[in-house]
């Protein structure tokens, strides 16, 4: 387990999203996990905490955009 934020490295991240992706956790769930993650290093970076982010050039799953969650309203219902 890494001590510190500055520790982390490109490389765990990508272990890390691998893992998710091993579990079979859904494409939109692992894009959550990273951007928040990267949204922490973002901070820390702006604190001068760490020197760079190591999640900005990890590749994360496709999403499909061309879908909502949420189903439309038919013509009955509006």
């Known amino acids: 387990m890494l ?3 500055s520790c982390v490295t490109r490389a765990h991240v990508i272990a890390w999203r691998k893992d998710f992706e091993h ?3 859904s494409a ?3 894009r959550w996990k990273l951007s928040a993650l990267s949204s922490l290093f973002e901070y820390l970076c702006g604190r001068n905490a ?3 982010n190591p999640v900005k050039d990890v ?3 496709k999403a499909n955009n061309y879908e909502g969650t949420t189903p439309a309203l038919n ?3 509006v």
């Open 28 to 30: 939109a769930t692992i």
């Open 59 to 61: 590749q994360r799953p």
């Open 3 to 5: 001590n510190c934020p």
């Open 75 to 77: 013509d009955a219902k």
């Open 50 to 52: 760490v020197t760079y």
């Open 23 to 25: 579990r079979k956790l």
